[in-house]
Each structure stands twice: as C-alpha cells, then as structure tokens.
C-alpha cells in the first residue's frame, strides 16, 4: 500500500507539472539520508519530517527484510550486506531527524531519549513535533525557513 501511495504521489508531482519538485525530494531525501544522518546540531521543518519519514518508512519496510536475513544469517549475499547497510542509515537518519526536529522548536535532543526511556513520554513528544519551529534563529541554528526549499530542510 505504501508503495503505491508513494510512487503515486511522484507521478501526481510530474503530472501536475512539478517535476522539479519530485526531483528536489528524492535529492533531499538522499542528501539527509547519506550526509545529515549524523547532524545532531541543527534544525529541521515539520514539512521535511514528515515528507522524509514516509519515504524513510518505505526503505524501511524494504530494506528490514534483508537485514535480518544477515542477522539469521540466513542470506550474507552482497545485496542483503547493502540492505543491512542502507537499513541502518535509515534507522540513524531516523533518529537524527527528530532529534533536529526538536532542535527546531528550541528543545534538546536528549528528550528523544528520554522518551525511550519512558514509553508513556513518547505521546508528549509525538504532540511536541506538531509545535511550529521557532521563528528565526535559535541556540541550535538558524531558521531553516529561510531557506530556498524551506520544507526539504
């Protein structure tokens, strides 16, 4: 299902005229997935956490499959060590990502682990994500709002 909302989506973008867009997210996705899975410091939109999530999910769901093959050992071809590989990149850009969410609305990171610590937190936090990210500059950098493409940042 996942699958077909997704592709789907891309192809409304390239019909309604907005292959530029299309291609801007999938570049986003690849830049925060291979360059800014280990950002801990800077910001994040709430557009971006959610566009970047549902792709995220989709490699997920994917890739998971081959990782625990490895981990059973099961299969240790080239393809599932590169699905193991690309599983962990998105589980650490996962993580990332809401941490700089956080960062947005002017809160550390450490509650992100503080909700993992205590599941019942987790609802706070998942209600602290809704929260519109401050207006210009914070402690953790500047308003990615104001930047061209604001939402794939």
């Known amino acids: 299902m996942i699958n077909i909302l997704l592709i789907g989506t891309f192809i409304i973008l390239i019909l309604l005229g907005k292959k530029d867009i299309a291609i801007k997210i999938v570049q986003s996705y690849l830049r925060t997935l291979f360059t800014q899975f280990i950002d801990f410091k800077t910001r994040t939109t709430n557009a971006w956490l959610y566009i970047f999530s549902v792709i995220n999910v989709f490699i997920i769901i994917k890739t998971g ?3 625990l093959e490895f981990a059973l050992e099961s299969d240790t071809s080239p393809i599932t060590l590169i699905k193991l590989v690309i599983f962990c990149l ?4 996962s993580f990332s990502i809401l941490v700089r969410r ?3 609305i002017n809160k ?3 509650l992100l682990i503080a909700g993992m610590v205590f599941p ?4 706070i936090l998942m209600f602290m994500f809704l ?3 401050t207006d210009g500059a914070n402690k953790y950098g500047r308003d ?3 930047l061209p493409y ?3 940042r």
């Not at 998105?90 to 850009?93: E, N, R, T, Y």
């Not at 019942?120 to 609802?123: A, R, S």
């Open 144 to 146: 990615p709002k104001s």
């Open 90 to 93: 998105c589980i650490v850009s």
């Open 150 to 152: 604001w939402y794939l």
């Open 131 to 133: 929260f519109p990210g």
């Open 65 to 67: 499959e081959g990782a």
């Open 120 to 123: 019942p937190f987790l609802i």
């Open 108 to 110: 550390p990171g450490w």
């Open 102 to 104: 956080l960062h947005d």
